[in-house]
Each structure stands twice: as C-alpha cells, then as structure tokens.
C-alpha cells in the first residue's frame, strides 16, 4: 500500500499532522469546530468560512480559529 | 413620574431599554454568568475574542449559555495593547457572526491598565472607515474624548478608574465637562465597585454604566447584580428630576408662618 504523505501545519499555536491533500473544510471537520461560532485565519488572512471546502493547505501554514469567551 | 420604560438608550441607532452592560469575565462559572447578567436586566454584553481549545471539543461554550439571538454581544479588544492587535481582534471578531458594534479598548501600561489613547485614536478612524460601529474606551480627557468623536466614535466611555479598581468615579468634573460637550452616548467603563457609583455616574448624566468585576467579584454576584440594575435606574431617574440647587446654610423644610 501506498504510504500517505503527511505535511505539517501549525493550528492555534499547535503543530499538527495531516495528510497533503487536505483542503481547510476536513481539518476543521475533524476538529468538531462549529462554524457558525467562529473566526478563522489562515496565515493572518481572515478566511470566508463559506469557502472552506476550496482552500487547499500547504506545509507550516498558520490557521488561527477564534471565538467568543468571558470577558470584561 | 418619569416613565422610563420610554427611556431608551440608543446606540449606533439601535435601541436598548437597559442602561446596564456587564462583562462576561472573572465569573466563577459559565452558569454563575448568564444568572448574573440574567439578574441585571443588561441587554448587551461585552465578550473576549480568544483561541478556540481544539483538544478539548467539549468545553462549554458563552454561546451556549447566553443566547446571542437575546444578548447583544460587544465584542470587546481588551488585552491588545496596540492597534494591529485591536483591528485583528475586532475583524475576526465581526467575522465570527456579523457582529459591527464592538468595543475598541486598547491598553497602553499591563500595570495601570490605562488606555493608549493615541493607539486608541488610530485605531477609532480606521473601524469607522471600515464601518465598524465603535464604542471607544478611554480615559476622562475632554480634548481626547472629542477627537474620538470626530473620528468617527458611536460611543464614548470613559473609565471611572483603572479596570477592575473598584475606586469609583475619580474625577467627575471631566465626567460632566465631556457630558456637555458630546451628544453621543457616554458610557462609563471600567473601575465601578459598588453599585452607589453607578448610580452616581447616572446621576453626572452619563447614559449608561458598563461593569464587570463588581458584580462578578462581589461575594453575592446574584444579588450585585441585581443592586447594580436598581441603581443604575435611581441614577437614571434623580438625573432626569432635576435636582435642587446646593446652597450653603440650611433651609427649614417647615414654613415658619404660624409658629405657636
């Protein structure tokens, strides 16, 4: 069998494995993020959470997922 | 009697029956939270934009607890201490869910936690230009409180004191000047420690109170709640009375005529 090729990516701050032809949409799928409660940035660029499934994901990109927490 | 139920306090041409806004941090829990600001009668509440916990999936989340379809969520910038870091937060921030009122706070000392008011200017221009319907946090200058305005500014609040002080309004005088200066809504923010200092911010003129540590930290946050909301309405209402003037020797409350 084929060996799956890995690339990694950094996701809030963290170093993450996934396989190179991940688009941006199963990363956050696997993830269980909710999509109507947060923001996304993809190397600093806020990204529209629409187009998610088009995005492909390169080697050592940044992806930032924020939402709202308690706070004066 | 005033009939406050008329008396709405509009933002950004939005309407509000309370004059109350409260934080959602230093809550002991998320339930303890939405009780609270239930209690208060607060209709907008001010929220941190912070990273997602992607290893725990079960976290609670605010949204959960306090409906944003029945809350006004104000995104707030606090902990950003330059502009790019408030424009950042507050793009995401309206990215999250449409939100344009936010609150633009940016802190200039860690230790004093005062604004940077020339980061703060900067910053108001660039969110109006952009269409963002800001309420700017600042300190109690008169002159910078009208730049913000003429940056573009939805709102005004000027702190009481230093975030989460608790020492109440230090310098009223600059309150009531910046009162008559501006019609903008003029919110103050940050430093109230029981609820007589909101009542006392109303009664300057202010149009609304905006708290956080006081009801959160208060040993009976429920019931803090509560008193902040009863006397943001007594401020309210002794404003809206008009007070008797000050004079300096005593006035018999009793006629003298027909003395025995």
């Known amino acids: 069998m084929k060996k799956i090729k890995k690339i990694k990516i950094k996701i809030n701050g963290k170093i993450k494995s996934i396989t190179h032809d991940s688009n941006l949409s199963l990363v956050l799928k696997n993830l269980k993020i909710p999509l109507n409660k947060v923001a996304i940035e993809l190397n600093e660029e806020i990204i529209d959470k629409r187009k998610t499934n088009k995005i492909k994901l390169n080697k050592n990109d940044k992806i930032e997922i924020v939402h709202f927490i308690g706070g004066g | 009697m005033v009939n406050l139920k008329k008396d709405s306090l509009i933002i950004a041409n939005k309407k509000f029956n309370s004059r109350l806004i409260v934080g959602t941090g230093k809550y002991k829990s998320m339930s303890e939270c939405a009780k609270a600001i239930k209690l208060s009668g607060a209709e907008i509440v001010t929220v941190a934009v912070r990273r997602v916990n992607i290893s725990d999936k079960n976290k609670p989340l605010l949204m959960d607890y306090l409906d944003p379809k029945k809350f006004t969520y104000l995104p707030n910038t606090a902990g ?181």
């Open chain 2, 80 to 260: 950003c201490f330059n502009s790019k870091e408030a424009l950042r937060t507050l793009r995401l921030a309206r990215e999250i869910g449409g939100w344009k009122l936010v609150k633009l706070e940016v802190l200039g000392d860690k230790k004093n936690l005062f604004p940077d008011m020339i980061e703060t200017l900067k910053s108001t221009e660039v969110l109006a230009n952009e269409g963002f319907k800001v309420m700017v946090y600042c300190n109690d200058d008169p002159l910078m409180a009208k730049r913000l305005e003429n940056a573009g500014a939805d709102a005004i609040m000027p702190l009481a004191a230093p975030i989460g002080s608790g020492l109440g309004i230090q310098n009223k005088i600059n309150i009531q000047i910046i009162r008559k200066q501006t019609k903008l809504p003029l919110i103050i923010d940050a430093g109230l420690g029981q609820a007589s200092d909101a009542t006392i911010a109303m009664e300057l003129g202010c149009d609304g109170v905006l708290v956080n540590t006081a009801i959160a930290k208060a040993k009976k946050p429920f019931e803090m709640a509560l008193a902040f909301k009863n006397a943001v309405l007594a401020g309210r209402q002794s404003y809206r009375s008009g007070r008797i003037d000050k004079i300096l020797m005593g006035n018999p409350s009793s006629p003298s005529k027909g003395i025995i």
